[in-house]
């Protein structure tokens, strides 16, 4: 007899008043037949967000959709960990907010992970049947660039490292969560690559990733010191 | 074991390859002392290479934005009736 999955997906939220409501609403539209639930880890947001979290719990039911808010913000790391608590599926999928990942691909990833038994499922970019829109010449450089760079480095044995896009077995991300300590996207390259290390089983989907729509990007200057900064980091602890 | 043992490994093994042939002199010793630099070179070739082609052949999905579009517009309407907040200010 197969056993009941149950998924948990966890999605931090700063200023993501609408993109939240879009995004909830195509979560629903395409697990219609798949038993989930959301948890929304919202950072004291001051644009409302928790209100219409609010008002989506009335319309999808308090059980499928948990508010499990922070006084402020207090990083990616510790959302995801946050959320786990509250997680009540024996799967966890980790998304954007910003409809940059797109609900549509869920049902590929619980696809794969059915028909390999993989640990963990992480979206990538940069393969056929996957890609980006909205991105100009320069940042598909740096992507690319970095990537490279990385792969070099670290033989991490996938193929997008910074996505963050990812459902695990819930068992796997509570124990890689504990190992790791870095901030920001390089907590997301830590977390895969610790999972590589561990000889966690992986597999990819490929996904699109349309640059946001709504909203401000949370990317800033100092991109590039903290990315090398990270792979110095990775290569040398892992 | 730790990747950076392993990297380390791996250098050790090609340094002791190079003294091994700076040694025993089978190649002219001046070819083998700019090994190093070619190695070096070649891997930056390399790198810079699969940059470029990753560049060129780098996947893009127009189409997904326009899809996008339709998924909003969708769930505005479904959402608005419902009594959910959906403008963008």
């Known amino acids: 007899m197969a056993e009941r999955n149950k998924y948990s997906i966890i999605i931090p939220t700063y200023n993501e008043r609408l993109n939240i409501a879009l995004v909830v609403f195509l979560v629903f539209k395409h697990l219609w037949d798949v038993d989930f639930e959301i948890i929304v880890v919202d950072d004291g947001s001051p644009d409302g967000t928790q209100e219409v979290v609010k008002q989506l719990q009335q319309v999808y039911g308090e059980d499928r959709i948990l508010l499990r808010a922070r006084p402020k913000k207090l990083g990616l790391g510790t959302a995801y960990s946050h959320g786990l608590k509250h997680a009540s599926g024996n799967f966890v999928v980790i998304m954007d907010a910003d409809l940059s990942h797109h609900p549509t691909y869920l049902p590929s990833f619980i696809k794969k992970q059915l028909e390999t038994g993989a640990n963990i499922v992480t979206g990538t970019r940069y393969v056929k049947g996957g890609g980006v829109h909205g991105w100009n010449l320069m940042r598909k450089l740096t992507s690319r660039g970095a990537n490279v760079l990385a792969q070099t480095l670290l033989w991490p044995g996938v193929s997008d490292l910074t996505g963050s896009f990812r459902l695990y077995r819930k068992s796997v991300l509570e124990d890689i969560i504990s190992s790791c300590v870095s901030k920001g996207y390089v907590f997301q390259m830590e977390m895969i690559v610790r999972a590589s290390r561990k000889g966690y089983h992986i597999e990819e989907v490929p996904i699109s990733f349309v640059d946001r729509i709504y909203g401000s990007s949370k990317l800033g200057g100092s991109e590039i010191v903290e990315y090398l900064k990270g792979l110095a980091y990775l290569l040398v602890t892992t | ?89």
């Open chain 2, 1 to 89: 074991m730790k990747h950076i043992v392993k990297i380390m490994t791996l250098l050790v093994g090609i340094s002791a390859l190079w003294f091994g042939l700076l040694m025993t002199s089978m190649v002219p010793s001046s070819h083998t002392l700019l090994l190093p630099i070619y190695f070096i070179t070649c891997l930056g070739c390399y790198g810079l290479l699969m940059v470029g082609v990753g560049l060129m052949r780098f996947p893009t999905c127009p189409q997904e934005a326009l899809l996008l579009q339709q998924d909003i517009i969708e769930a505005k309407d479904y959402l608005k009736q419902r009594g959910v907040d959906v403008c963008s200010e």
